[in-house]
Structure formats: structure tokens, C-alpha cells
């Protein structure tokens, strides 16, 4: 087997490893979790519905509904009925929120900063544009799925 037909194999060994550390299975889980919902509704001064925040974060309904009631025991947001469709929900961030969700923001820009002083911003720009063409080239299924 020549060197370039390994490369594919090298890299999703690269990319496993990557993805399989602890650390990095722990920024996953605090993306699609309480984090990610907290970071989304950060942005979103108006709020949003728990469908807009499934289809953002990636996150099915039910796990949705369980994030969202944990946030709101926790007093980091609200939800009231939306006023012109009283069948929606929409989540708002509170202060409180909005607090935890900037004090998060702050640790991952440390756990970071020495990959991007190790790296320089015009490699870690490069990653990232490397990143979203990877991202966009695979479909949400794969013929690896069947052998998980």
C-alpha cells in the first residue's frame, strides 16, 4: 500500500484520537448541552424556540426538553409563550445565565490559548477553514455508521 492510500486510514486514526480525548469529549458534551443552549440563547437577545435551538445545536427534541427544564430549575433562563403563537415556547436567557455562559466563554478561550500561541492565529484561521470544509463534505450519515 502506497503512502497516499494509507492517508485516508491516518486520517481517521488523526481525527478518532482527536475526538476520543477526554477533554475534548467533555467540550462536546458542554457544546450540545446546558453550554451550547446557554451560548446560543447569549446571542440571541429575542430568544428562541426549543425547534430553532434543536435545529442549531444539532440536539434531538427530547434531549432538547431535558436541557431546557435543567436550565430553567437552575434559574439561567426563562420561558414564557410566545405572544403571537401561544403553542410556542420561547427560552430567554437571565442574567444569571448570561453570567455562567460568559464565565464558560472565558475557560474555553484559556483551554485554547496555548494551542493558538503554539500554532499562531494565521495557522489556527487555517485549521478552522480546514475544519468547515470537512465538516461540509460529510453527510449526517455515513457508511461507517453501520459499524459502530
Same mark, same amino acid.
Given at each position: 500500500m502506497t503512502d497516499k /492510500? *494509507? &492517508?485516508p486510514e491516518e @486520517?481517521?486514526?488523526? =481525527?478518532?484520537? =482527536? &475526538?476520543n480525548r477526554k477533554s475534548n469529549i467533555a467540550i462536546l458534551d458542554s457544546i450540545r448541552g446546558e453550554y451550547g443552549v446557554l451560548n446560543c440563547l447569549n446571542d440571541l437577545e429575542e430568544g428562541a424556540s426549543a425547534g430553532e435551538l434543536c435545529k442549531r445545536l444539532h440536539v434531538v427534541p427530547g434531549r432538547m426538553a431535558d436541557i431546557l427544564k435543567k436550565l430553567e430549575e437552575k /434559574? &439561567?433562563?426563562?420561558r414564557t409563550k410566545d405572544e403571537n403563537d401561544r403553542r410556542v415556547v420561547i427560552s430567554r436567557i437571565t442574567e444569571k445565565g448570561r453570567k455562567?455562559?460568559? /464565565? *464558560?466563554r472565558e475557560l474555553i478561550h484559556k483551554e485554547y490559548k496555548g494551542m493558538f500561541e503554539q500554532l499562531g492565529e494565521k495557522d489556527v484561521r487555517e485549521l478552522i477553514r480546514l475544519l468547515k470544509i470537512v @465538516?461540509?463534505?460529510y453527510p449526517d450519515k455515513t457508511d461507517l455508521d453501520n459499524y459502530c
Open positions: /492510500e *494509507k &492517508l @486520517l481517521y486514526g488523526v =481525527l478518532a484520537d =482527536l &475526538l /434559574e &439561567l433562563i426563562v455562567v455562559s460568559d /464565565e *464558560k @465538516l461540509a463534505y
